[in-house]
């Protein structure tokens, strides 16, 4: 398929604030690679502009179970009707984010659009740990949603057994809607003239193992006279976090930053000596990939596609868990590493090869390909 010879429609569940870095990059892949690309989706940061068409599909915020079902069946029947709407324009459909959306799937499927489900995280792992009522049925949904769509597009072939996926394998494509502004995201100071501050910076989610690296701190501080620790994001978990930040004042080396704008990121991680990630749950993480890029190496727990770019002792660290004791021991291992800065650098070169936009691109391309 040559460039621009679709008309490409992009459904998602993302609203504002979640998944704004992933869906931009995907509407700028998808529009290079499209005629015209037509999104339907809850109140993004979205515009209408060039050859992208924004549909806004309302999506209520509700509490309780009956409201938060009626509120989701309500979006799905604006979804759809705005998707049959548009049917005899769009040439393939591409899911990201919706995962749940089985009468948006079923309807492009009865107009015979070719579709693929892109699949942004592992939903049933998460269910787990969040109390939102709806996740376990989309589960359910993703399953039915899998089986009807014609291709299934994922980070990396090790998520095939880790998300369950071996029914699907002959339809499935390996790609990513990861890519990095270089000139934004770089080493700014050598890591040898950093001081020994450690942290995390993301979403404050049961999922992503933060309260475990808190209680993993004092142990680091036991052993390392000079580390310091920087927690920054923001999230259901915030009044947690802040609550055990504060109990350990005032001799404790730990420090809250709250929430950090996108802008402000790359000199809070061009500050840190090591980035950790403690997630029980991952896709691709972008803040990972964000520090790799300015030099900071990554300690992250072998979940998601990590371990296809961390390579322990090569591109960054792995811990075997997400215990605070395994935490601990190999935050001072890493520490102690005697080539750290090499990691360090190693780390970024690969980001700087792998995770441009070009690259990324030829990943969608070969989807689109695959599509017609």
């Known amino acids: 398929m040559s460039e621009r010879q679709s008309n490409t429609g992009l459904i998602t569940a993302f609203g504002r604030d979640v998944g704004d870095t992933f869906l931009l990059n995907l509407v700028k892949i998808l529009s290079s690679l499209s005629r015209n690309l037509y999104v339907l989706g809850p109140n993004t940061i979205l515009r209408s502009g060039g050859n992208i068409h924004l549909y806004s599909v309302r999506s209520n915020r509700a509490e309780g179970t009956f409201a938060q079902v009626v509120n989701q069946a309500g979006f799905q029947l604006r979804m759809s009707y705005r998707l049959a709407r548009l049917s005899s324009k769009v040439d393939l459909w591409i899911f990201f984010g919706g995962e749940g959306l089985l009468l948006p799937m079923l309807t492009a499927k009865m107009f015979r659009g070719k579709v693929a489900l892109a699949l942004a995280g592992y939903l049933e792992k998460e269910s787990e740990f969040r109390k939102n009522v709806l996740y376990k049925p989309f589960s359910l949904l993703k399953r039915i949603n899998c089986r009807l769509a014609d291709r299934i597009v ?12 071996e029914r699907h394998k002959d339809k499935i494509l390996i790609a990513h809607e990861h890519f990095l502004d270089f000139a934004k995201f770089r080493m700014q100071r050598p890591l040898g003239q950093r001081h020994s501050l450690l942290g995390y910076i993301g979403r404050l989610d049961p999922e992503k193992g933060i309260l475990n690296l808190l209680e993993a701190i004092p142990r680091v501080l036991e052993k390392d006279d000079d580390a310091t620790f920087l927690i920054g994001g923001d999230g259901p978990l915030r009044p947690k976090v802040e609550e055990r930040l504060n109990q350990a004042k005032p001799d404790s080396r730990a420090s809250f930053a709250g929430w950090i704008p996108h802008d402000d990121m790359p000199e809070y991680l061009n500050k840190l000596k090591l980035f950790i990630l403690p997630s029980y749950t991952e896709g691709i993480s972008n803040i990972m990939l964000e520090a790799m890029a300015c030099g900071t190496p990554v300690l992250a727990t072998p979940v998601g596609a990590i371990p296809d770019i961390i390579k322990d ?25 005697p080539e750290l800065e090499q990691i360090a650098e190693n780390g970024r070169a690969l980001v700087g090869r792998e995770f441009t936009c070009d690259k990324t691109t030829d990943l969608y391309r070969n989807i689109l390909d695959r599509l017609k």
């Open 313 to 337: 002792g090569k591109t960054g660290f792995i811990t075997e868990d997400n215990s605070p004791e395994c935490l601990a021991t190999n935050i001072i291992r890493a520490l102690n590493h």
């Open 154 to 165: 994922i980070y990396s072939q090790r998520l095939i057994e880790d998300w369950r996926l």
